[in-house]
Structures are given as C-alpha cells and as structure tokens.
C-alpha cells in the first residue's frame, strides 16, 4: 500500500529572518495550500538528455502550485527556456477513467498540465503527453503534435531508437512510426482482456505502472495480457456532490483469485508473436521486465507469498526462459521489498540490490555461457538450460542501508547511490563496481539528499533540504562538487515563505525506547513555552510499513500552522518503517495493529513525563494506514488520548488488495486468526473517546466500505463519533480550498472536545 502521507513538516529557525521582516502574518490553512507554494518552486521528473547538455523538469506555476510546464535547462549557456506551455498547448479535454485511476495509481491525479515526459534517445526532443493526446516538443521550441483522439493514449513511449511511438488505446497496444499513423499490434479481445496494461496490484503496489517494454534495437516488445476474469468484481459507489456513479472495479481483495497475467514478445507490428515460459503456477507476480545487453529479455518473477523471486533469462525468439538466480527472503518470517534498484552492465552482469544479509545493499552478479556445461548449469531432459549458475559480488556493507541506486560510470568503474547516513539523513555516495576501496561521500550531511544522473553517470542533479531550507537543486560532477544551481530556492525577501519565518521554530529529535530497547525517533515542535502553562499536542503518525516521516528535511509548512495555533506538534517513527534494516521492520509480520500501537503508546507516555504538556490534551491524527492506527490506538487504550482523527481508515485487512496485504499479513485463508486481531472491527465498540472519522466517497485505494462498515458498528454500539465526508473525492483529499476545509473541521473538532491551548 503506498498510503498517502497527509501531513508535513515545515519549520525555518528564527535567525533566519532578515532584519525587513516587521510582523508576523498569520500562516492560515488557507495559505498553506494556496498559490504560489510556500515551499517556492518544486520541479518534478528533473531528467538529464542522453547527452548531458540539457536538463528538463516539470515546473509549476505561481499562479497555480497544481500546474506543471516542461522546462529545459541548456548547460553549456546556463539558459532556461520553456519547452511547452500546458495552458497553451492544451485542450482541456476529459480524461478517460482509466486515465484517471492510473493517475491515482501514480500519486498525481492532483496534478494538472504535463505529468509526465521521455527523452529519445538521440537527443532530438521529447515525447509529451498532455491532455490524453501525445507531441514532440523539440529543444528549439517546436511541437509537433503526433495524436488528436477523444480516447486517452495510456503510457505512451518512444521506442529505444526512437524510430516508434507507442500507447495503450481501448485496451490494444498501438504502434507506429513517429509522424506516422499508429495502428494495434496486438488482438482486439475486449471484456477481461487487457493488452499492455499493468494489471492493478502492479500499479498500486509494485510500482510497475507499465505493461509493455521495447527491446534495445526496435525489434521486438515485450507486452503483457491480462486476463482479469477471475478477479472478484467490488461494485464501487462513487458518490459525487451531483449524483452517484457506480463502477464494477476488478479489486483482489486478500485472500482472492489475482489476474491472469501472461508475457509476450512480438515484432512492432504484431508478427513474430511468442509466449514467454514463466513456469507452470500461473498465480504468480510479474515483479519487473528489462532488456538486457544481450537482447535477451529479463523477468523477475515473484511467488504470491512474496519470499521468492527468479530472475529468468527468456530468448525472445521463442520464448524459453532459465533461471539465472533466485533471490529469498533474508527472513523465514519476512517478504521481499521489490525495487528498480537494479542496472544491467556493458558485459551482461549485472549491478543488483538486496536485503540478504538484513541490510538493503549492492551486488554485482554475473552469468555463465549456456553453451559451456562446465559453468554448473541445469538441464532438462531435452537438454535444455533451466538454470544458469551466478556469481554474486558484494559491493557495499555495513548496517546503513543502502536506499536508492543513483547512477553508473562504467567508463571509470563506478556508480553511485543513496544511502541512510544517521537514520534521519539521506546521502549520495560513490563505489568501485569491482569493490575494492571505502565509498566516498558525495553530499553536505547536514541536509538530507536524493539525486538523478545523465545516462553515462557523468553528472550528477542532487536535491537537497534541511529543516530550514526547502528543497534545492544542483548540477554536480562525478566528485560531488556543485557546478551550477539549478534551483537555489534561497529564503531571500522574494520568497514566499519569508514573512512567515519570524514565528517558526526549530524542530527537537531525540529516542525513546521501544519495550525491547529499540531506538525509536521522534520529532517535536513547541510552540513558545510560558513558564507554569502546559499544551495540547497535535499526535501525528502514519505507522505503517514503508514510509519515514521524522527526518531532517524539508516537508512543507503544515505542522508550522499547527504550532502556531498553539499546539505541540509531534510524530514517532515505530518499528515497522523504513530505512532501518529487515529487524526494525519485521515485527508487523502478520501482525499489523499490533507493535506499531505499543509503540506510538511509548511516545504519548513519554510526552506525559514533559512537565509543559497537558497530560490531558494528547489528539491523534493519521491518515489511510495512519487513520487505521488512530482506531487501534483509540481501541486498545482509552483515555490515553484526547481524541483521536482517522482519515480514510483501512478496517479490515480483507477489504485490502492482495499484493499489499498477504506480503505483511499471509494468506487471510490460512491465518484467518492473524485478519481477526488486525481487523479495526471486533473491537470499534471500545472506543471512548473522541473520534472524528474522515474518508473521501470515491475513494478506489481504501474504498468506502471500510469506513461504512465502521460506522454501522459503531451506530449500533450507541457509540458517539463524529464524520466529515467529501463527495467526489478519492483516497487523495485535496485541493487549494478542500484542504483548508478538511485541517478546519479537525481544528473545531478538536476545539470542540476540550483540546485546545492554555489561555
């Protein structure tokens, strides 16, 4: 479950202020999400062009924080010029629905303009979708436009030579020559088959938004089916402030039949047609599909438990595939993160990340020649390889974990990646593919750091941001050494975030420990403290597997607001999350609702000893797995909190899709027990305090029947709870002027219970 993370964390400290700052503006959630952002610029999908010249992103707009233009940043003149105008160029037509759900799917259905773009790979330009229709926008400013249709073009590509573009159209892949008309490749089936799609678990789980991928020389594409017949039907009411629309959604609830998904290869005009061989249990995952060096196809193929995945070798002449290496899960009682942290070399190894020894970190695994039987391969009775034997080189260690590959050199033997560097920092690193030598550290520790490179890995882009500086970005060399601002972003007069940093405070990081000695991390921010007065806190938790939310960076100006309404602002990073190895996660083991609520109860313990907080006045707040925690926190300890908020809440665990749920919690049909004492439900009913329930009455992610469930229980039970609902609004509430509704009704909520600052 990629959740949605619904609050942040902004603070600037007050030597900041330049001496011009006078007053002190209110910051109002109405200002937090209007335009221009108060974070200043934040350029998306910054890419560097094959040859390393120029720099492209997405840029929003003053006027319009949620619209993006492409820009293009030429290197050698340090000139920015803009390559299309959305607003300009657009048509404003209507999204098709799957357009839409894939947009969700991709976190950016917020988002107006241009979302996304693709280098080619000569260098000429690149391909743009915008408005369901496809251009070419090239780096003089021309635009060609190379699709005028009422249906949408879902993932469209330019192929690895550029000589095709491609999309997905009523559920057929199109080809055809660039500037030409393209046509269907594959058949017309309709009903449950889908050509060229990821399948729904792909998107909103594995991260695999696309279901075809062209080979390296433009011969051959590898293109998924998917037969989604066995997946049960959740018929979702969408209802909208005009009226309801009702969708027959192919959901895979835990427990059920996922799609059928198959693999083909065929030339770009459909002929040459062959099945990839993935084995004989077809209830499998299709985790990721490259091309490799050898213009063979790789496919990481993922057992349903998730604790095995092959890496087959396929011959995309005819399909038969081996197995190069199986990668396990580093725990019997654990599951395998999947990642793209992955690049294959010139020579056909390849550079390989995983969490074998407890730790995510880089391997370098190389093959042997199928043709030499001395190389310990596998045959079956016809004398075919099955299995290929591989040499796994480790290349980083140690008990920081590596977090993001970044970028090869294989001209100077290197590459680059991020890494946690003290548990609230991220940093850019440099390694020996060979590894011989000690990475070098590339970044300023102070900030926390991600980074993109250009294909050849000889330049960096690095991203950076503290706690009191928004996001930045810089050209870099291979040494770490800042040629060129991209975006300086500088807190200068002109920013809009100025006038709000007299008020703003540091953030405060310290431990407590979990009831087994683990270091759990925190963050708080206090208001100004009045001698002999004590404040409410504003408890704000996420708890679920994946995401960090206390770190050293910049994460907007929320919890700021909060604050400045008096209220303490704090949040604790349980066992569960990311970043820490396979031991500080493996405790939610099907058992989620279980370690994450003892330890966010060890933090409202630890807030009650701090003799400037209202031991009373302690008020949950999380959002999707968060508002799940406020129900089970709410449940498990009454009176401990104030009030609790539960946005969008999962309530039971069978409501959830497969891929998320059985990776954490197993198979409902073989620990029906492990879904009981995880399930919200059994024990709504104990619920005491103030609850405020908040949920969107489109939501496709966390649908609605698992608020609606609750609230009949609760109803039931004679129990008193409160509910905001927001037609129309999917799992994403949000908007420049839904958001300040949605922070409102939780500030009265929570004035309206008592929670509120001293006098």
């Known amino acids: 479950m990629r959740f949605l993370i619904a609050a942040a964390l902004c603070v600037a400290t007050p030597a900041m202020a330049d001496d011009h700052v006078t007053s002190e503006p209110e910051l109002t959630f109405e200002r937090v999400y209007a335009s221009p952002s108060l974070n200043g610029p934040a350029p998306r999908q910054a890419k560097l062009s094959p040859d390393g010249r120029y720099l492209t992103l997405l840029r929003n707009r003053d006027d319009d924080r949620e619209r993006y233009d492409l820009w293009g940043f030429d290197i050698t003149t340090n000139e920015w010029s803009m390559l299309v105008d959305s607003e300009a160029l657009g048509t404003g037509r209507e999204l098709s629905e799957d357009e839409k759900m894939q947009r969700e799917r991709a976190r950016?259905?917020?988002?107006?303009?241009?979302?996304?773009?693709?280098?080619?790979?000569?260098?000429?330009?690149?391909?743009?979708?915008?408005?369901?229709?496809?251009?070419?926008?090239?780096?003089?400013?021309?635009?060609?436009?190379?699709?005028?249709?009422?249906?949408?073009?879902?993932?469209?590509?330019?192929?690895?030579?550029?000589?095709?573009?491609?999309?997905?159209?009523?559920?057929?892949?199109?080809?055809?020559?660039?500037?030409?008309?393209?046509?269907?490749?594959t058949p017309k089936e309709g009903g449950t088959i889908r050509w060229g799609e990821a399948e729904f678990v792909a998107q909103e789980e594995m991260s695999r938004l696309t279901g075809y991928w062209w080979g390296p020389n433009d011969q051959r594409i590898a293109v998924q089916r998917t037969d989604e017949s066995p997946v049960g039907i959740v018929t979702r009411a969408a209802i909208g402030a005009t009226g309801t629309k009702v969708f027959d959604q192919r959901y895979p609830v835990a427990g059920s039949d996922n799609a059928i998904v198959e693999l083909f290869v065929m030339n770009p005009d459909g002929g040459n047609r062959v099945k990839v061989d993935l084995g004989e249990e077809t209830d499998i995952y299709i985790a990721r599909v490259d091309w490799g060096p050898d213009d063979f196809l790789y496919v990481q193929r993922q057992n349903r438990e998730q604790t095995v995945m092959d890496v087959l070798r396929v011959d995309p002449a005819n399909g038969r595939s081996t197995i190069w290496f199986t990668e396990k899960a580093a725990r019997e009682d654990y599951w395998i993160n999947l990642s793209d942290n992955y690049k294959f070399l010139k020579d056909g190894s390849l550079l390989w990340w995983s969490e074998r020894d407890g730790y995510g970190h880089f391997y370098r695994v190389t093959q042997g020649d199928p043709n030499n039987k001395s190389n310990h391969f596998e045959y079956d009775e016809e004398g075919n390889p099955t299995r290929v034997s591989a040499t796994h080189t480790r290349l980083t260690s140690g008990t920081s974990p590596t977090t993001e590959l970044v970028g090869v050199n294989e001209e100077e033997g290197e590459f680059y990646y991020r890494a946690t560097h003290d548990v609230l920092t991220q940093q850019i690193y440099r390694a020996k593919l060979d590894g011989?030598?000690?990475?070098?550290?590339?970044?300023?520790?102070?900030?926390?750091?991600?980074?993109?490179?250009?294909?050849?890995?000889?330049?960096?882009?690095?991203?950076?941001?503290?706690?009191?500086?928004?996001?930045?970005?810089?050209?870099?060399?291979?040494?770490?050494?800042?040629?060129?601002?991209?975006?300086?972003?500088?807190?200068?007069?002109?920013?809009?975030?100025?006038?709000?940093?007299?008020?703003?405070?540091?953030?405060?990081?310290?431990?407590?420990?979990?009831?087994?000695?683990?270091?759990?991390?925190?963050?708080?921010?206090?208001?100004?403290?009045?001698?002999?007065?004590?404040?409410?806190?504003?408890?704000?938790?996420?708890?679920?597997?994946?995401?960090?939310?206390?770190?050293?960076?910049?994460?907007?100006?929320?919890?700021?607001?909060?604050?400045?309404?008096?209220?303490?602002?704090?949040?604790?990073?349980?066992?569960?999350?990311?970043?820490?190895?396979?031991?500080?996660?493996?405790?939610?083991?099907?058992?989620?609702?279980?370690?994450?609520?003892?330890?966010?109860?060890?933090?409202?313990?630890?807030?009650?000893?701090?003799?400037?907080?209202?031991?009373?006045?302690?008020?949950?707040?999380?959002?999707?797995?968060?508002?799940?925690?406020?129900?089970?926190q709410l449940q498990a300890d009454p009176g401990l909190y104030a009030a609790g908020i539960s946005g969008a809440p999962v309530t039971k665990w069978e409501l959830y899709d497969t891929h998320y749920t059985e990776r954490y919690m197993g198979d409902p049909r073989e620990v029906p027990e492990a879904y009981e004492?995880?399930?919200?439900?059994?024990?709504?009913?104990?619920?005491?305090?103030?609850?405020?329930?908040?949920?969107?009455?489109?939501?496709?992610?966390?649908?609605?029947?698992?608020?609606?469930?609750?609230?009949?229980?609760?109803?039931?039970?004679?129990?008193?709870?409160?509910?905001?609902?927001?037609?129309?609004?999917?799992?994403?509430?949000?908007?420049?002027?839904?958001?300040?509704?949605?922070?409102?009704?939780?500030?009265?909520?929570?004035?309206?219970?008592?929670?509120?600052?001293?006098?």
Do not use: C
Request: aromatic share 10%; no cysteine; charged share 25%.
């Open 436 to 632: 011989s030598g000690d990475p070098v550290l590339l970044t300023d520790t102070d900030y926390t750091n991600s980074a993109v490179m250009d294909g050849k890995g000889k330049l960096l882009l690095v991203s950076r941001s503290k706690f009191d500086q928004p996001t930045q970005s810089y050209l870099a060399e291979r040494n770490g050494q800042r040629v060129t601002w991209v975006e300086e972003n500088a807190l200068t007069e002109q920013h809009p975030y100025t006038p709000f940093l007299l008020s703003h405070v540091p953030p405060e990081f310290g431990t407590i420990e979990a009831e087994d000695g683990t270091e759990l991390h925190y963050m708080m921010l206090k208001p100004e403290i009045e001698p002999g007065k004590k404040y409410p806190v504003f408890y704000y938790h996420y708890s679920g597997p994946g995401p960090q939310i206390v770190d050293k960076g910049w994460d907007g100006a929320l919890a700021q607001a909060i604050v400045d309404k008096g209220y303490i602002y704090f949040a604790l990073d349980n066992r569960g999350t990311a970043n820490r190895g396979v031991d500080f996660e493996q405790p939610l083991y099907r058992a989620m609702g279980g370690v994450e609520v003892r330890d966010q109860k060890k933090g409202a313990e630890f807030l009650k000893t701090l003799d400037f907080v209202d031991p009373d006045k302690i008020a949950l707040y999380g959002w999707s797995y968060g508002g799940y925690m406020t129900l089970k």
């Open 677 to 759: 004492t995880a399930s919200a439900i059994p024990e709504a009913t104990k619920i005491s305090d103030p609850l405020l329930l908040i949920h969107g009455m489109a939501d496709d992610n966390v649908v609605f029947e698992n608020s609606s469930e609750l609230i009949s229980v609760l109803q039931e039970g004679n129990v008193p709870f409160e509910m905001m609902l927001y037609p129309g609004y999917t799992h994403r509430v949000a908007g420049e002027n839904i958001s300040p509704h949605l922070w409102n009704t939780i500030f009265r909520f929570l004035e309206a219970n008592g929670v509120t600052p001293p006098e």
């Open 108 to 185: 950016v259905g917020n988002l107006k303009g241009i979302i996304s773009y693709q280098w080619a790979s000569d260098g000429s330009g690149v391909l743009v979708p915008l408005d369901g229709d496809l251009y070419f926008a090239r780096l003089d400013g021309e635009v060609t436009r190379l699709t005028d249709t009422e249906e949408s073009e879902l993932n469209p590509k330019l192929s690895s030579k550029a000589g095709f573009v491609s999309f997905i159209r009523d559920r057929q892949l199109w080809v055809g020559k660039v500037g030409e008309e393209p046509a269907p490749i």
